[in-house]
């Protein structure tokens, strides 16, 4: 069972404007959250994490919000740029269970200028 | 660049055959974790030590995995006899114990086992 789900798989948007990119989990137990950016060929690269006792976490263009009512977190990216083409990796962290990530299927991102 | 590094990048293997993989942190690092990640997953977590102790294992990893770090600071993964299905990259990430839950993950190592 998966506890953590990007439903999207992939997602086009233009140079400029905003991507958002959505992640559920169903384990209320998650910490922290994570985003992370992966480019072809390379390891997934850390963006942004939020702790669970936050809504939102800000750095440059990359914004995460965290709705723990809806079990729900997003992240925006403004303005899109075609570097930002990448896959897009939601991750949490399991409190006081070890320290193992546990990722979603990830969401293609594709910014065309 | 003091980056995961991980070596080597790309392995095929036959069937049978036993693989040894590295893993360097970032040096200051002092927690060190194994995941593997196939087409259309994300990674998926095997094991990870505090300097030199193993300190969980998923059950993903079967016995025919074994990890080592005996010196605090590299790490091997080794798969013996490998089987078609450990067809994965096989990525290394590292952190701080204080920060654990920000991991820094390395380029990975494709295995094809044919």
């Known amino acids: 069972d998966q506890q953590v789900k990007q439903n999207s798989p992939s997602l086009s948007v233009q140079e400029g404007r905003i991507s958002i990119l959505n992640c559920d989990y169903t384990?209320?137990?998650?910490?922290?959250f994570l985003w992370y950016k992966k480019y072809p060929a390379e390891g997934p690269t850390f963006l942004i994490s939020?702790?669970?006792?936050?809504d939102k976490n800000e750095d440059g263009r990359f914004t995460v919000f965290l709705n723990k009512s809806a079990k729900h977190l997003s992240l925006h990216i403004v303005p899109s740029q075609p570097g930002d083409s990448a896959v897009y990796f939601c991750?949490?962290?399991?409190?006081?269970?070890?320290?193992?990530?546990?990722f979603g299927k990830g969401t293609t991102l594709s910014v065309s200028s | 660049d003091t980056g995961v590094s991980q070596d080597p990048r790309h392995k095929i293997t036959k069937r049978g055959q036993n693989v040894t993989f590295r893993c360097d942190p970032i040096?200051?690092?002092?927690?060190l974790y194994w995941y593997r990640q196939t087409l259309g997953q994300g990674p998926e977590f095997l094991t990870y030590?505090?300097?030199?102790?193993?300190?969980?294992k998923s059950r993903l990893l079967s016995d025919r995995f074994s990890a080592e770090r005996p010196k605090g600071s590299f790490s091997t993964l080794e798969i013996q006899r490998t089987e078609q299905g450990d067809s994965a990259m096989y990525l290394c990430?590292?952190?701080?114990?204080?920060?654990?839950?920000?991991?820094?993950f390395g380029p990975g190592t494709r295995l094809t086992v044919t």
């Open positions: 990430a590292s952190s701080l114990v204080e920060l654990d839950y920000e991991q820094y």
């Open positions: 384990n209320s137990m998650f910490d922290y």
């Open positions: 939020i702790s669970s006792i936050k």
């Open positions: 991750a949490a962290r399991l409190n006081q269970a070890g320290t193992a990530l546990i």
């Open positions: 040096s200051e690092h002092n927690r």
């Open positions: 030590f505090q300097n030199e102790a193993q300190l969980e």
